[in-house]
């Protein structure tokens, strides 16, 4: 809860204006649900002072025990109450003080005492932070003051706490790197349970776990309206037809209903109906989206809005992935209706505005979407895993015998890889870290040595714990630095933070310069960061490995060698027995397609036949890990991808893991299993995708498949934003 107070350096004026302002406040919605607390001043506590001393006096205590402090300063008054004369210095000096403590909570909203010209004289530009409103007859003449509070007020809310609909606490985070959550919660949401808009549907984008439902549950709190939550993800025949009957009985709870009935209002959440699967039912005349289609025909007739309010709104949620996902006709046409509905009720019409890349509305006040962890910002999920924390803290004096308040923590490494190595996406997002917390506060109860109040490793849920152990290379926290031609440094990673999983195939996209090479050099061996550790099995990197293979941009084949030459080298300068090696180039010849060239010279092949030599002969040392640097960047369209399906084919057929950089954002959605996005140099890892296609379906016929495509359009999109957010960044600089 936010706390707000007041202090007035008046003689008369300053309760009259606290009492114009109070009034303004009284009715605000946050206030009115306790959220934003406005703290009475009171005369005894020395809130309305008259002179300079009195007010340092007591100012200091009030910002402590208050988030923010609003003041009404009359310039002209005494330094002390002894009989010294009114001075406007002294009411200078206290504006001045406010401006330099407003970080500290402490604001100027009203100064009087002089004229306005007076005012100016004294004070001129060099406060221009401080509001001035100066005393006049017009009605409402603190307005400006009062919407001044109100947005001083929500810029400082971190979290927002409230009730459930099951009548529990909750606590909603709001951190500036949130994206649009701090609007949705704290701009629109007034708007949401406005009596006469209340009829108006909602869309919301975003997959499950994202506080899709604790936002229905924030609107119906502060609506005090009945919340019911219409899962539309069903699973069997059983599960539809109740929901099929839930609906109707909706449908005609609707039709009864009356425009001003007095009854309590209510808020339906459909959760989920891009999910939906017409047919799920063994009857088809138990199609959910029939009773959905009128029940939205119906909203349409009540216009955009209802003075005398309306006793239902209907919340709708999608997951935000492409439309072109959505296999079934009906399903695409009741959102095209749905957005139809939004449009006539709001007299915005969402062809009016824009799409993002998965094709959804962007920038109507009714369509909100939810950022996922990796846009909220890493800050953003150290700051939830305090608030977890925190709550699992509470439970320790109820479980643990002679707990003295001792902090709950988390191991380095653990909390290492909870934030930066975890994809989150799909673990359920918030929910999967509230979860795996819950969890490993289970274990760690059951576990924990004496005098223990930190969770490790072995507290993990099994199957963090197994993808923990799945890894085989990491970057924790990399930073590297190149010395200038003329002194000083040059930054190329600033922060390099990401997990390999064993038998995967990652591709780093970036643009051209941005250090994706270097970060190959540092993971084989061949440069070392300036601040970090590089990792491989858990071991740091001190040098190159056997175990480790890099393919360089160039073929790097040896011309005085046959093609089985090249192949065998590796094997040979560690001095296996040709007996053991022999059948394994054999194999990988097959694999490569160059049985029949085995005896011809790097020069006689083609440049993809001498790329397929160059990757076997890697494969030859049987390698852990496979390095690939653009490998494919200098042939032509019909060898590069001929050489992907290559690449895709061996990686099922060997196991190998992969880290393969390539600037194509085709290439890199065709054959990876996830894609990390970096920024311009200084390079940061960014936006991680996890591609969904199975080996068997990666063909020529998955390149215009639409999923492909829209894939493919959000990578772009997300390098695109880290290249003008870059060059952004620069001009200002």
Not at 310 to 332: K, N, W
Request: glycine share 8%.
């Amino acid at each position: 809860m936010l706390k707000l107070s007041f202090l007035s350096v008046e003689d008369e004026v300053g309760p009259e204006i606290y009492r114009e302002i109070r009034s303004g406040l009284d009715d605000w919605l946050f206030v009115r649900k306790g959220l934003v607390e406005l703290d009475e001043p009171d005369d005894d506590a020395g809130r309305w002072v008259t002179n300079l001393a009195d007010w340092r006096r007591v100012v200091g205590d009030l910002v402590a025990e208050q988030d923010l402090v609003f003041c009404t300063v009359d310039l002209s008054i005494p330094e002390d109450g002894n009989g010294s004369p009114p001075d406007p210095r002294n009411g200078l000096a206290i504006v001045h003080e406010i401006t330099a403590r407003s970080q500290d909570g402490l604001r100027c909203c009203v100064l009087t005492g002089l004229d306005s010209s007076e005012i100016e004289s004294v004070v001129g530009e060099a406060i221009p932070d401080v509001l001035f409103d100066f005393k006049s007859e017009a009605p409402n003449r603190y307005r400006n003051v009062v919407h001044s509070i109100k947005s001083q007020a929500l810029s400082l809310v971190r979290s927002l706490r409230y009730f459930d609909s099951s009548g529990a606490p909750k606590t909603v985070l709001l951190e500036e790197d949130s994206g649009k959550l701090r609007d949705h919660y704290l701009s629109r949401a007034p708007y949401y349970v406005e009596k006469s808009t209340w009829h108006v549907p909602t869309l919301l984008l975003g997959p499950p776990g994202l506080g899709r439902k604790s936002f229905v549950e924030f609107l119906s709190f502060l609506a005090e309206a009945d919340l019911r939550v219409v899962n539309l993800d069903l699973r069997s025949f059983l599960e539809n037809r109740r929901r099929y009957e839930e609906l109707c009985q909706l449908q005609q709870e609707l039709g009864a209903s009356r425009q001003g009935d007095n009854a309590r209002r209510t808020l339906v959440y459909f959760a989920d109906i891009d999910r939906y699967v017409p047919g799920v039912s063994g009857d088809q005349a138990e199609n959910c989206l029939w009773p959905l289609r009128e029940i939205l025909t119906a909203m349409q007739g009540l216009g955009s809005t209802q003075p005398e309010g309306f006793p239902f709104t209907f919340v709708f949620s999608v997951s935000g992935d492409s439309r072109l996902r959505i296999r079934s006709a009906e399903t695409r046409a009741l959102i095209q209706l749905l957005e139809d509905t939004i449009g006539i009720t709001t007299d915005f019409p969402l062809h009016h505005v824009a799409s993002d890349v998965n094709g959804w509305p962007v920038e109507h006040p009714r369509v909100l979407a939810f950022p996922s962890i990796a846009r909220s910002g890493r800050s953003f999920l150290e700051r939830l895993l305090d608030l977890r924390l925190d709550e699992l803290r509470g439970r320790l004096s109820e479980q643990v015998p002679g707990y003295r308040g001792e902090s709950l923590t988390l191991a380095d490494d653990v909390l290492d890889f909870l934030l930066d190595k975890m994809d989150w996406s799909g673990a359920g997002n918030y929910r999967g870290v509230a979860s795996a917390l819950e969890k490993s506060f289970d274990r760690f109860l059951d576990d924990r040595a004496r005098d223990q109040f930190e969770m490790t490793r072995a507290h993990l849920p099994e199957a963090l714990r197994t993808r923990l152990g799945r890894n085989i290379l990491s970057m924790d926290d990399v930073r590297l630095e190149f010395p200038a031609p003329k002194g000083g440094a040059i930054e190329v990673v600033r922060k390099a933070d990401f997990l390999v999983e064993e038998g995967e195939l990652l591709a780093v996209v970036g643009p051209s310069g941005c250090g994706k090479s270097t970060v190959l050099r540092m993971l084989a061996g061949l440069l070392f960061p300036t601040e970090g550790t590089v990792s491989f099995r858990g071991e740091p990197i001190t040098g190159p490995s056997s175990k480790i293979g890099f393919i360089f941009q160039d073929y790097s084949l040896f011309p005085w060698l046959t093609v089985r030459g090249n192949v065998e080298f590796g094997p040979r300068r560690r001095h296996e027995a040709p007996a053991r090696f022999a059948s394994r180039v054999d194999d990988l010849l097959d694999v490569a397609g160059l049985r029949g060239f085995e005896d011809a010279w790097p020069k006689q092949l083609s440049g993809g036949m001498q790329q397929r030599v160059a990757i076997i002969r890697a494969l030859a040392n049987e390698p852990d890990v496979l390095l690939m640097d653009e490998p494919f960047g200098a042939l032509d369209v019909q060898t590069r991808w001929h050489m992907q399906d290559f690449l895709v084919r061996t990686k099922d057929l060997t196991g190998k893991t992969i880290v393969f950089v390539t600037h194509d954002i085709d290439e890199a959605v065709y054959i990876a299993d996830r894609i990390y996005v970096t920024t311009p140099r200084p390079m940061t890892i960014g936006e991680e995708f996890k591609v969904p296609f199975a080996t068997e379906i990666r063909n020529d016929h998955l390149r215009t498949d639409p999923v492909f495509v829209a894939l493919v359009n959000r990578v772009r999109s997300a390098l695109l934003t880290d290249i003008r957010g870059s060059r952004a960044d620069g001009d200002k600089a």
